[in-house]
């Protein structure tokens, strides 16, 4: 089973504070994809990576940011967090190249801006 | 775009019963997922079934990619099942998947 690992597991801001989750995956895998999931919703995807300094924009991309560094990491980042970002974020990564096409996802981040 | 739509929303069953989950979607699925989602939020992947039958323990993934549905069963429904179940699809090996809505599980004793 792909290991990712998400940090931090819960997270506490004010409206306008700075926060950056973090994801590593330790397979190899070149697609990194951010989700939220909100009640009525699903999950819905914010941004996704096939590589180290791609970025792709997802269906919800509006007040989040992300950068991929390296094909273990991928950040997401608020920049002026607001109240309707609270959320369950997920970050999952395939390996379609392999035509592995299965998602793995982290345990999740639960995100609380105030 | 892609558009899933599962049902039902919910269900509650008796322990000892079975499930049948479906996820109808709106256009050709090269890709096709199951997932579970714990109660506590973790997320695990059931099924990779694009086409036809799969089986794994108490549950079976059917796929019929030509009426453009999928169908998850579970056999024997125990407590630990209980969670919400999503299918996720994609129309090509290199697009996004999108997900259905869920069907949140309850199984009581």
């Known amino acids: 089973e792909a290991a990712v690992t998400q940090s931090p597991r819960n997270k506490v801001t004010v409206t306008g504070g700075n926060v950056t989750l973090s994801c590593r995956q330790t397979?190899?895998?070149?697609?990194m994809y951010w989700y939220r999931q909100d009640t009525g919703h699903g999950l819905r995807l914010i941004h996704y990576?096939?590589?180290?300094?791609?970025?792709q924009i997802g269906d919800v991309p509006d007040g989040y940011k992300a950068t991929r560094t390296t094909q273990e990491d991928f950040f997401l980042l608020l920049e002026l967090a607001s109240p309707s970002q609270t959320s369950l974020y997920f970050c999952?990564?395939?390996?379609?190249?392999?035509?592995?096409?299965?998602?793995?996802f982290g345990a999740g981040t639960r995100l609380s801006v105030l | 775009g892609q558009q899933v739509q599962q049902s039902p929303a919910s269900l509650v069953l008796q322990e000892g019963e079975n499930a049948e989950l479906q996820c109808n979607f709106s256009?050709?699925?090269?890709?096709l997922q199951w997932f579970y989602q714990h109660p506590g939020g973790r997320l695990v992947s059931l099924f990779y079934?694009?086409?036809g039958t799969k089986h794994t323990g108490r549950l079976t993934s059917t796929t019929v990619t030509n009426e453009r549905r999928s169908s998850l069963h579970i056999s024997s429904s125990q407590t630990t099942d209980s969670g919400t179940y999503f299918c996720?699809?994609?129309?090509?090996?290199?697009?996004?998947?999108?997900f259905g809505q869920g069907t949140s599980l309850s199984v009581v004793p």
């Open positions: 999952a990564s395939s390996d379609q190249q392999r035509g592995q096409n299965t998602l793995y």
């Open positions: 990576s096939y590589g180290a300094g791609n970025l």
């Open positions: 397979n190899s895998h070149n697609y």
């Open positions: 996720a699809i994609a129309s090509s090996s290199f697009s996004k998947l999108v």
């Open positions: 079934n694009p086409s």
């Open positions: 256009s050709t699925a090269t890709r």
